[in-house]
């Protein structure tokens, strides 16, 4: 189907009239045949969608891959369906029509509002039991990852934004909802169709799709966000490569290539966002790796970019090989042990120990605070709030409120303690004093910071009423510390408290 025809107009036209909305679909299936169809299986779901409605028409087609009567997908679909079968959507045999893509209602689960989409991809591999292989063109529908990605991303309104590997395009239609416009790029053929033809289903003409690999189609060109899941997955390359997924790079090269690289693409004050993999080598801690990546292009100090990277799991070996070779259908099949064996000792042997998951978030230094930048390479394996985007933009606001106070003109500053930071005492009952003190967010990261009694004090009495300075000079009298030495103890506290979002400038 062409982006540019009248086609997917007339397709979104009857999506609507079926209403094939997420909160339609979750009602006709019910609980438990929606957690089922969560676990790839359709039996409960197949037992909810009988009624011959074009929404249950649609949801058996296309999310349950089943076959319908061809009356029920014509009225369905009115005038459409060979229309559809022409254009690789739908496939008729005598009486019958089945999907030959994937083509889903979307609600954007990030803090850009309400948006419905509809996004067409490659069919789900994998349902019922049925092996889950699939092409070295697939192009993937929405999964855990670009979840993760969108709820990363930040949703401040923006003039340009770029998709990096774009697929089947879900992140380019969520930067649709923000920015004025989206570039959208992509070796794959099939991907570039099918984020072209997304675009359009869904009305969203400020997408631009461009064919070629990582930036080269969008050489000299500056954007204010970037966001990127690249094809990241870490492997000796021996299997076939699936482009989804397998850069064709030595290691995590692909990833250290796009942040190497996106300084020069962001505008002053633009974030660069990626989901990644990263090698834990043998012998080097992984930040130290990382922080090797990220200092500016020599020469070019403009180009420096603050850092805030979350390392947010790290994976052995073996359970990272078995979860790339379950995702390419390889268990059960006979050469399964002999790729498995061929992966770890390409591990071994590369002295890689583990892979690191997590997000790298770069923001190029505003160009009316050039100064140093500010690297935060930080393990949170934890469970956060999601989405996760305001409290990553709110780092880069506290950095720059810091960047901008001085020591001695932090003593000036009223301080205001996040209102979702409670404190949590661990003892034995009925002591008088605690034996540790935890000040624990409700939101966002939901870090916990273990403090001290004055830390503790200082953060409860950090109203907005009391400057730094007062404080801290009340709790030396309190505590009879000499307040010099409190003051020079606890400057660097209050800093970590502004960087860790415990109190507010
Ligand atoms: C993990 S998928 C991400 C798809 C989508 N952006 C998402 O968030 O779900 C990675 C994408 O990168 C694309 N890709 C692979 N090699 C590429 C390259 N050299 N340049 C640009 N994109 C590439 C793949 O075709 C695939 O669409």
């Given amino acids: 189907m062409t982006a540019t025809s009248e086609l997917p107009h007339r397709l979104r036209e009857a999506l609507i009239a079926a209403d094939f909305t997420v909160d339609a679909v979750a009602r006709l299936l019910g609980a438990t045949a929606h957690s089922a169809l969560a676990r790839n299986q359709t039996a409960p779901g ?62 954007a689960p990030d803090a850009s509002g309400e948006h419905d989409f509809w996004v067409v991809s490659d069919l789900t591999p994998g349902l019922d039991g049925t092996p889950n292989r699939v092409t070295s063109d697939h ?62 289903l869904n009305d969203l003409p400020s997408i631009e799709v461009r064919d070629g690999s990582y930036f080269d189609p969008v050489r000299g060109e500056q954007f204010d966000l970037i966001a990127t899941n690249p ?63 990220l200092e500016p292009p020599a020469g070019e100090p403009g180009l420096a970019c603050d850092a805030f990277v979350v390392q947010r799991e790290v994976v052995d070996p073996a359970a990272y090989v078995e979860l790339w070779l379950a995702d390419e259908g390889a268990p059960g099949t006979p050469e399964y042990l002999r790729r498995y064996d061929t992966w770890l000792s390409w591990f071994a042997d590369q002295g890689i120990e583990g892979v690191g998951f997590g997000w790298i978030n770069l923001r190029r230094r505003p160009e009316e605070a050039p100064g140093t930048p500010t690297l935060r390479l930080e393990k949170w ?29 932090l003593l000036d500053v009223r301080l205001r303690r996040r209102p979702d930071v ?13 034996e540790a003190i935890v ?52 400057l660097p506290v209050a800093r970590d408290l502004v960087a860790g979002g415990y109190l507010e400038v």
Avoid: M
């Fill in 46 to 107: 197949l037992r909810r969608t009988t009624d011959g409605s074009p929404l249950a028409t649609l949801t058996r087609l296309f999310l349950l891959q089943t076959a319908v009567p061809r009356a029920a997908a014509d009225l369905a679909l009115p005038g459409l369906v060979d229309r559809l079968a022409v254009d690789g959507l739908l496939e008729t045999t005598v009486g019958e029509v089945r999907a030959r893509l994937d083509c889903r209602p979307y609600a």
């Fill in 139 to 200: 192009v993937l529908g929405i999964s855990s990852a670009s979840t993760s990605l969108a709820q990363l991303t930040i949703r401040d309104d923006v003039t340009s934004a770029l998709d990096l590997g774009t697929g089947c395009g879900v992140q380019a239609l969520h930067l649709a909802t923000h920015a004025g416009r989206v570039v959208a790029t992509d070796v794959n053929p099939r991907a570039l169709r099918l984020a072209r033809l997304n675009a359009a």
């Fill in 231 to 293: 094809p990241f997955v870490i492997s000796p390359g021996t299997g076939e490569r699936l482009v989804y997924r397998d850069s064709g790079l030595p290691g995590d090269r692909v990833v250290e290539d796009i942040v190497r690289a996106a300084p020069r693409h962001l505008t002053p004050g633009g974030w660069c966002q990626v989901l990644a993999n990263w090698v834990i080598k043998e012998g080097t801690p992984w930040d130290e790796r990382l922080a090797g990546w």
């Fill in 381 to 409: 394996p934890y469970d956060v709030e999601q989405p996760i985007a305001a409290a990553i933009s709110g780092w880069g606001h506290a950095i720059d409120d810091l960047a901008a106070i001085d020591d001695e003109s």
């Fill in 422 to 434: 409670r404190q949590e005492t661990v003892g034995e009952p009925g002591a008088a004093d605690p």
């Fill in 439 to 490: 000040l624990r967010q409700q939101r966002g990261f939901r870090r916990g910071h273990a403090a001290d009694t004055v830390t503790a004090a200082l953060v409860g009495a950090s109203d907005g009423d009391l400057t730094l300075g007062q404080i801290v000079d009340a709790l030396g009298e309190l505590l009879d510390e000499d307040p010099v030495a409190l003051r020079e103890t606890y």
